[in-house]
Each structure stands twice: as C-alpha cells, then as structure tokens.
C-alpha cells in the first residue's frame, strides 16, 4: 500500500467520532517530541525520546548510559526551559531503554554472517579424535564434519 493510501485512510479514521480521541492525543505527542528535540542538544535529540508527562513527573527514555548520564547532567535547565514555556512539569526521570536498538546494530543484524574457517590444527586434531574413536555416529560425524570442510 502506498504511502498516499495510508495517508488518505488515516485522514479519513481521524474524522471518525471512535478514533478522535485517539488522533488528538497522537498528534499532542508528537507535538511534544518535537518541542522537547529542540530543547535538548542536537547531539542528545537524536538518542533520547520523550515518555509520558503523568503527575508533573516528565520521563525520558535515553538510549544507553551515557546519554542518561549527559541527560540528567542538563535536566535542572531543562526542566527550567519546560516551565517557562507552561508545561506543567515538577521532575524529570531518565531511563535507559535496555533493548533500543541503535542503527548501527540494525545495519549489523543485516550483515551476511562471517563463515568461520577451521584451523589446519584443529582438523588435526579432529582426525586424531576420529582415529581414536570406535564406530559410532559420533565417529562417522566427525569425518562428515572433516570431508565437507577439506579445501577451507
């Protein structure tokens, strides 16, 4: 489906008295995420989200340690800034997102995976092994393993 007919759909579900709410409060987040990127650093924008604002208590959610760290280190001006512009905020809590994947790890994930290479020293040795084993599927395992990996 093309972006255009997403669009036009979502418009149209906008309208709907059911999912207006919805919509309102989507649009009032993304508002926010937009004000909170332009407050913060350029540097931390780009590693950090804004979470819910329940209780005057604003959470963000920054991507590992190190951005939590220069996070808290500027959240008194921060929430400064917040103030003057009417957000009703009273603190700031930072927290790690465990699993935020960063770009570079997705382009990793993606990535054909590395053939690994057995060592002449390690064929040796797994010869040895096989010589010195009875018959057995075990046995017959290993010269399999060792035949299919004779020109590495």
């Not at 759909?9 to 207006?20: A, G, N, V």
């Not at 512009?85 to 997102?97: D, F, H, K, Y």
């Not at 570079?104 to 010589?131: D, I, V």
């Amino acid at each position: 489906m093309t972006s255009y007919k997403v669009n036009s759909y979502l418009k149209l579900l906008e309208k709907t008295p059911e999912y207006k709410d919805v919509f309102s409060l989507a649009h009032q987040l993304h508002s926010n995420q937009l004000i909170f990127s332009q407050l913060v650093p350029s540097h931390l924008a780009q590693h950090c989200t804004m979470g819910q604002l329940m209780q005057g208590k604003l959470t963000i959610m920054a991507e590992n340690g190190a951005i939590a760290h220069k996070l808290k280190q500027i959240s008194p001006s921060l929430l400064l800034k917040l103030q003057e512009l009417g957000w009703e905020v009273t603190a700031i809590q930072i927290l790690v997102q465990a699993y935020q994947m960063t770009q570079n790890a997705q382009q990793s994930l993606h990535a054909r995976p590395l053939k690994m290479k057995l060592s002449q020293a390690g064929k040796n040795s797994l010869r040895q092994l096989a010589a010195s084993l009875p018959n057995s599927e075990f046995k017959d395992t290993i010269n399999s393993f060792l035949n299919k990996h004779q020109t590495d």
